[in-house]
């Protein structure tokens, strides 16, 4: 039986592989810096976890994978490659594992976490049994990965590092495409190929699902024609500025708010018509409802049942996701951590929470998408009534002489602070607090411990009346 070793075992996209290489009955290990509740969970399924890199860990394995975060002189890197053991990256080793399989990958700057949350959702529901790999724990299923026994494998399909580009996909959804990441593609074009890239992996057999009212998807459907790929795209109906400048072949209509929530809509495709009442906010989310549904279509299953499915769908960790209720308080954890996103859910929360007091802490991702996108960030937050940013959370850079300071100094928001420490921060949020307010956490980091510390205080004190 093979043994693969995992370095970075405990990050979002290693951790799915792991689970699904242990349901599929490899022996796995894996390393990692600091232990958490994933690793517990892994090690549960039978995982050999190791706190820690040392070169001793790759002894008897025969394949190594390493997330994008490992660098070349890592021991266990150098270990391998040194008694001849194959390095791969998750690129790599994903291509090998959808093989034989109806590969469905979603791609996309914003979306695609929540899109590939959808498809494997609802295909569970339909009794597809799918096999799937997700960048969080999907709420319906309670788990970020799945081997299963059915045709279908949906995987979210990262850009990062162009992880995507190692993928075997039938079908390819593109919810949308905006610069980032800017430490792998330094420019707006290099990031704009990558996806142009993507869609040259499909088959000639194969399907591309785009969003026509997004400028860069817009970009890769005409990329696709020229390459003559079959390309299906959707759509809100009258969405602005854009009409009648490209088919949409499945539309989103009647856009109404529920009292879930989130939006209820008429799903057009194919000459059908399927009702869904979203329960995740935002009408960004509707786009991705509207994503899995034309999936859905193209593979032929039922969409009534479908549209029962996703408007069954509770969402995913750490997007929008509600943490709990306090003294009339809500607390909301959401991974936003590009100006459209934060937009976008700001949005979603005024939608949902209209007329309560709205407070926001963004806790910014990596240097170079802050200094790149800082004029942007500077007006994202618009829709929130109070802000406080955090000191910058460098993930894989090294810390550099740049603050987040700077941001703060250019934003007209009327009622921002910068409080670079997380605990500074969640201080002041006791402090200031009061019955009605709504809190959203924006971080792709660590600053979702900050809901947790203002929940624990507000759950053994009374509430401020300031």
């Not at 699902?209 to 299906?232: L, S, Y």
Request: glycine share 8%; with cysteine.
């Amino acid at each position: 039986m093979e043994k693969v070793h995992l370095i970075g075992i405990g990050g979002s996209g290693l951790s799915a592989i792991a689970r699904l290489l242990l349901e599929r009955g490899y022996l796995v290990s894996g390393s990692d810096r600091a232990d958490s509740l994933i690793l517990s969970d892994l090690r549960s399924m039978g995982a050999d976890i190791i706190i820690g890199h040392d070169a001793k860990n790759v002894a008897g394995v025969d394949v190594v994978v390493r997330s994008s975060a490992i660098p070349d002189e890592n021991p266990e890197v150098t270990a391998a490659v040194k008694f001849g053991v194959p390095v791969l990256k998750r690129a790599e080793f994903l291509g090998k594992l959808m093989t034989g399989k109806t590969g469905i990958a979603v791609a996309g700057t914003h979306g695609k976490t929540t899109t590939t949350s959808m498809l494997a959702w609802v295909l569970t529901a339909l009794e597809q049994d799918p096999s799937y790999i997700v960048g969080g724990v999907v709420s319906n299923l309670g788990v970020n990965a799945h081997s299963g026994k059915g045709d279908c494998f949906v995987i979210e399909a990262d850009e990062y590092d162009g992880m995507f580009l190692g993928l075997k996909p039938s079908l390819e959804v593109i919810t949308n495409v905006e610069h980032d990441h800017p430490d792998c593609y330094p420019t707006a074009d290099q990031f704009q190929s990558a996806f142009e890239q993507f869609t040259d992996l499909l088959p000639p057999n194969g399907t591309l699902i785009a969003c026509a009212q997004d400028a860069g998807a817009k970009k890769v459907i005409a990329h696709a024609q020229t390459m003559n790929k079959n390309i299906e795209t959707y759509a809100i109906e009258n969405f602005t500025g854009q009409e009648g400048d490209m088919e949409i072949h499945s539309k989103a209509s009647n856009l109404v708010s529920n009292n879930k929530g989130g939006f209820s809509f008429d799903a057009e495709i194919k000459d059908q018509s399927s009702h869904v009442d979203l329960q995740v906010p935002g009408r960004h989310n509707v786009l991705n409802g509207m994503a899995c549904m034309t999936t859905i279509a193209i593979l032929k299953l039922p969409l009534d049942k479908a549209a029962r499915a996703l408007s069954d769908f509770q969402g995913v960790e750490r997007r929008f996701e509600i943490r709990g209720e306090l003294e009339g308080m809500t607390f909301i954890d959401d991974y936003a951590h590009h100006p459209t996103e934060i937009r976008a859910t700001l949005a979603a929360a005024r939608s949902r929470y209209p007329g309560r007091r709205l407070w926001v802490v963004w806790q910014p991702h990596t240097y170079s998408r802050t200094q790149l996108l800082q004029s942007q960030f500077s007006y994202a937050f618009n829709d929130a009534d109070r802000v406080i940013v955090t000191e910058i959370y460098a993930a894989r850079e090294s810390k550099q002489d740049f603050s987040a300071r700077k941001i703060v100094e250019i934003m007209a928001h009327p009622a921002v602070k910068f409080i670079p420490q997380l605990g500074e921060a969640s201080n002041y949020l006791i402090s200031h607090m009061r019955a009605g307010d709504v809190l959203l956490v924006l971080s792709a980091g660590d600053a979702n411990q900050i809901t947790q510390w203002v929940m624990d205080y507000f759950r053994n004190n009374e509430v401020n009346d300031v």
